[in-house]
């Protein structure tokens, strides 16, 4: 009898070998032809799942961008129960950071799809969606805060929002870039500094 394969494993399993390909020699090296090879297929079984180059990169950056709303939103319905809210705002945001091997490969593959976004249009909306994103989730926190007193008082909710995100992103850049100068701990104490800061 012929294998049965679930497409939508198969689509996944492809993502994850761009993913691979992207993290050791970078996204321009993501064509069809080494992605197949990374993940062991021929050139026509992917062929057979994405109709293009286009199609595969636009499915490979929803992939990761899913992989990390999930991990939020546990943290998000956990904040409307819990008496330790700015600890767990830390832990939400701190998943955004590269601050373990996973995180610092996510990052790094998310790096190289936002700055391809800039000159690929496919890629733009969904590289707009992420920016928006991470906007309307610290807005939702810092505005919780807010509504709840625990703010501090005088704080300008739209600069804060805008002030945090380039934190969250600047420190992501740098650890990245700089893993030896930028670590997993100095990345988790300015975070805290700064959430502290606002309250």
């Known amino acids: 009898m012929p294998k049965v394969v679930d497409p939508e494993a198969r689509r996944e399993e492809v993502a994850e070998a ?15 032809r080494n992605v197949a090879e990374e993940a062991g297929l021929a050139i026509g079984s992917v062929r057979h799942y994405f109709a293009g180059h286009s199609e595969l990169m636009v499915f490979a950056m929803q992939a990761m961008n899913e992989r ?8 998000v319905e956990k904040l409307e129960t819990t008496d330790d809210r700015l600890s ?11 601050l373990d091997e996973r ?3 996510e ?24 920016y928006d994103g ?12 807010r509504r709840s007193d625990r703010l501090r008082e005088g704080t300008d909710l739209a600069v804060e929002v805008e002030r945090l995100c380039a934190l969250i992103d600047g420190l992501t ?5 700089h893993p030896d100068r930028m670590d997993a701990e100095t990345m988790t104490r300015v975070l805290r500094h700064h959430l502290q800061s606002l309250t």
Do not use: Y
């Not at 761009?18 to 020699?25: E, I, L, N, S």
């Not at 990390?68 to 943290?75: A, K, P, S, T, W």
């Not at 991470?134 to 805060?145: N, P, Q, S, W, Y």
């Not at 850049?173 to 870039?177: G, R």
């Open 18 to 32: 761009v993913f691979r390909v992207v993290r050791r020699d970078g996204l321009e090296q993501a064509s069809l």
């Open 68 to 75: 990390v709303v999930r991990r939020l939103l546990e943290h």
């Open 88 to 98: 767990l705002v830390e832990s939400m945001l701190a998943e955004l950071l590269p």
């Open 103 to 105: 995180r610092r490969e």
């Open 107 to 130: 990052a790094t593959i998310w790096l190289a799809f936002a700055t391809a976004a800039r000159t690929r249009p496919e890629l733009r909306p969904h590289a707009e969606e992420s």
């Open 134 to 145: 991470l906007r309307r989730l610290v807005f939702k926190v810092l505005d919780g805060a």
């Open 173 to 177: 850049v740098h650890a990245v870039l």
